[in-house]
């Protein structure tokens, strides 16, 4: 049962979740509860994507056994995303 948990990325998983947390509550705090210009926006909002960059550097070279498989994304996944991204912004305005 030990083993089980030593096999287990907890390095990788607790970067990659800190970081989109991060950036997520700075992306619902701005301009509700603080002003987007404000240090409790702007230090989440830029420490979560270096977080989440972190974590991928660790996956990529670091992990024995990584959390995440990067080669489970190709092109066309990518390409999928961004359009529900800009389809997103599209709608919302």
């Known amino acids: 049962m030990s083993e089980m948990f030593t096999e287990i990325d907890w390095v990788g ?12 509550m700075a992306v619902s ?10 240090y409790q926006t702007l230090v989440p909002l830029i420490l979560g994507p ?12 670091f992990a024995k056994n990584p959390f995440i498989r990067l080669d ?6 990518l390409a999928a995303f961004v359009c529900a991204m800009l389809q997103g912004f599209l709608v919302s305005r």
Request: aromatic share 22%; hydrophobic share 50%; no cysteine.
């Open 13 to 24: 998983g607790i970067l990659f979740t800190g970081g989109t947390t991060a950036f997520l």
């Open 29 to 38: 705090w701005g301009g509700v509860q603080y002003e987007w210009k404000s």
């Open 50 to 61: 270096f977080l989440v960059a972190v974590s991928l550097i660790w996956v990529t070279r």
């Open 72 to 77: 489970i994304y190709s092109w066309s996944s």
